[in-house]
């Protein structure tokens, strides 16, 4: 389902091209997607657009956030540290950090990786318009990781 969530993310809303559902079903399914992973990243993207329109925009926070089991098995560390650096870069608030670890529970594998999770995050504040966060974040997904001499 994550492959079908990416591949309508980079080639249709990215781009803000917004075919109907049946439309899209068929692209995807002509694309070589299977149809329960399709029904899945609609429901998937749908909850991420109903939470985005609920969040609220929070103050910085001085609290701790203390994650339970299961998110702990799922969410791997490198992504837990991904979410925290950008928590502090201000990129991410308290609010949104929570649509992050959401959407990450409900995908269906069992663990999520640094990739999974910066592809959420990258959607996440996609669709929350949130274009200057949004470009510092692909800049460090697709950035040049080498470093530069001076």
Excluded: C
């Excluded at 995807?28 to 609609?42: C, P, R, T, V």
């Excluded at 609010?95 to 959407?103: G, H, K, S």
């Amino acid at each position: 389902m994550f492959e079908v969530l990416v591949y309508m993310f980079e080639n249709y809303f990215e781009a803000n091209i917004r075919p109907d559902n049946n439309t899209l079903a068929n692209e995807l399914f002509a694309a070589g997607f299977d149809q329960e992973d399709i029904n899945g990243a609609f429901d998937w993207f749908s909850a991420l657009e109903e939470m985005s329109g609920h969040s609220v925009t929070a103050a910085p926070s001085q609290g701790i956030r203390i994650y339970s089991d299961g998110e702990l098995k799922k969410i791997s560390a490198e992504s837990l540290s991904f979410m925290m650096f950008l928590e502090q870069a201000r990129v991410l608030d308290p609010a949104q950090r929570e649509l992050v670890i959401d959407r990450i529970m409900a995908l269906p594998q069992p663990e999520a990786g640094i990739d999974e999770t910066r592809w959420i995050v990258l959607m996440a504040l996609w669709n929350q318009g949130k274009a200057n966060d949004y470009l510092f974040v692909e800049d460090a997904m697709f950035g040049d990781s080498r470093s530069t001499l001076h």
